[in-house]
């Protein structure tokens, strides 16, 4: 048992936030965070890999940004907060899709008929597209360089000549149509 499991969240971050850069901090948060995260996002992702891919990259960027959080509520709602949205970054990234995708024609090889929630998985992935293709042509640019080439907001902003600042309004003005469209679509499909 660690020393830091006596400290509260609050207190935690506090110590990560310090100038002391504390890694015993950090480690406390992963210890206590990481398996319920874990189980939470494999009820959305079967792909354990994936799942931790998405937590290692959620943790290391904690790290990173220890000085900058804004936690305004709690540290349990934040890191929650963070694994749906990288999970629906996922999805719409098209990771997912992509995934079951594959699986279907798997099984459409190997003879086994379609169910009906490969076919909602079909009809997610067209959706996704059909949104894209929709997009104003800037925005669309800047989803498709963030999302499919996974470019930085720099590297977006200088190869499309705009600023950064107009970058991150692209993306979030993409996620704000997907994020509905996804999501009434999630609730139905059975594997969520």
């Known amino acids: 048992m660690s020393v830091y499991s006596i400290y509260s969240d609050k207190e935690l971050l506090l110590f990560l936030e310090s100038d002391r850069n504390d890694k015993h901090a950090y480690a406390e948060i992963y210890m206590?965070?990481?398996p319920a995260l874990q189980v939470h996002a494999l009820q959305k992702i079967k792909s354990k890999d994936d799942v931790n891919d998405i937590l290692h990259e959620l943790f290391i960027k904690l790290w990173d940004n220890r000085k900058f959080l804004e936690v305004t509520t709690s540290l349990s709602a934040y890191l929650?907060?963070?694994v749906k949205n990288r999970i629906l970054n996922y999805i719409i990234r098209g990771d997912f899709v992509k995934d079951y995708i594959s699986s279907?024609?798997?099984y459409i090889q190997r003879?086994?008929?379609i169910t009906e929630q490969q076919v909602m998985l079909n009809e997610l992935q067209s959706i996704i597209n059909k949104e894209v293709k929709a997009m104003p042509k800037q925005m669309r640019q800047v989803f498709e360089l963030s999302r499919f080439?996974?470019?930085s907001h720099k590297e977006i902003a200088l190869r499309l000549h705009i600023t950064e600042?107009?970058?991150k309004v692209?993306?979030?003005n993409a996620l704000k149509i997907l994020r509905p469209k996804i999501k009434s679509l999630i609730i139905v499909i059975p594997f969520f």
């Open 165 to 167: 600042g107009t970058v």
């Open 80 to 82: 929650y907060t963070a």
């Open 104 to 106: 279907i024609q798997d």
């Open 149 to 151: 080439e996974e470019l």
């Open 111 to 113: 003879g086994v008929p």
């Open 32 to 34: 206590r965070y990481m």
């Open 170 to 172: 692209h993306i979030n």
